[in-house]
């Protein structure tokens, strides 16, 4: 049975560390910190591209040798607010320093030297809605294609209300047959409100082959190496992810699963 449900650390800062061998793919990697006011937390970046994402809280940042100061708005992720970001380039380091309590999400993804650290957020990013009814959520994308910002990394947000579904209809990316689809792994790092809820997502081919459905708690990770991978909220609980995609190609195509794609097709008249 593929491991694709990740618990955090209870007994240390680094809530996660998940790098392509440990996961069994090839290009994804993700981290996050939960650090208190003084806490630290450093990394080279080797061949790979970081982009940090104050998910919540305060800290000073620096990274390729630029000290970008204090930086971060929202001190609970569900305040919705654009977050900030820094992108780090390959062959560098970077180090936080959190000034409040604070999780710092670790982003990464193979890339190539000559870019330079950089600000990404909140400047750029603004709260659009996806959906309708029942499957109405909210998306601040930090870093999608539209945005030139890295080589590899796909990064985004989404808030799912209570009693919605979301990553719905269930679609797929994981076939290189672009403009078709494109191949990309992804990762969701999942947050409830209140904090002791709970969340449901599936992972599922069409052959059968996967079919993984989990419950998710606050700071679990979700793994995605292939299939469909629709989410759910219950009543109460409202849902956030953080979205982490990479692949040989920096463009999200994907197809939905042919059983459900009327709803789509409904919702956006097509």
């Not at 982003?107 to 659009?128: D, F, Q």
């Not at 209140?194 to 419950?215: C, K, N, W, Y």
């Not at 992810?241 to 097509?270: C, E, K």
Request: net charge negative.
């Amino acid at each position: 049975m593929p491991d694709l449900l990740r618990k955090p650390a209870t007994d240390a800062a680094k809530l996660h560390d998940i790098t392509p061998e440990s996961a069994g793919w090839g290009y994804v990697g993700f981290g996050a910190y939960q650090l208190a006011p003084g806490g630290t937390a450093a990394e080279s970046t080797g061949e790979t591209e970081v982009i940090l994402v104050l998910v919540e809280g305060r800290a000073r940042i620096t990274a390729d040798g630029t000290d970008f100061g204090e930086r971060g708005d929202r001190l609970s992720v569900f305040e919705k607010t654009p977050p900030h970001c820094i992108y780090v380039p390959a062959g560098s380091d970077w180090r936080a320093e959190a000034t409040t309590d604070c999780v710092v999400a670790v982003c990464r993804a193979p890339a190539k030297p000559g870019r330079r650290a950089a600000v990404i957020g909140p400047e750029g990013i603004t709260l659009t809605d996806r959906g309708t009814g029942t499957n109405l959520r909210h998306i601040n994308a930090i870093a999608m294609e539209e945005r030139d910002v890295a080589d590899s990394l796909l990064v985004t947000e989404v808030f799912t209300p209570a009693g919605h579904w979301s990553s719905y209809p269930p679609h797929r990316h994981d076939e290189d047959d672009f403009p078709r689809m494109t191949y990309l792994e992804e990762t969701y790092y999942h947050r409830l409100n209140p904090a002791q809820g709970f969340g449901i997502q599936r992972v599922f081919t069409e052959d059968g082959s996967l079919d993984e459905t989990m419950a998710v708690s606050d700071h679990d990770v979700v793994l995605v190496p292939r299939g469909h991978h629709p989410c759910g909220a219950p009543y109460g609980y409202e849902m956030y992810y953080l979205n982490v995609m990479a692949g040989p190609r920096r463009q999200w195509r994907f197809q939905n699963h042919p059983d459900h794609d009327w709803i789509y097709q409904r919702d956006t008249g097509s």
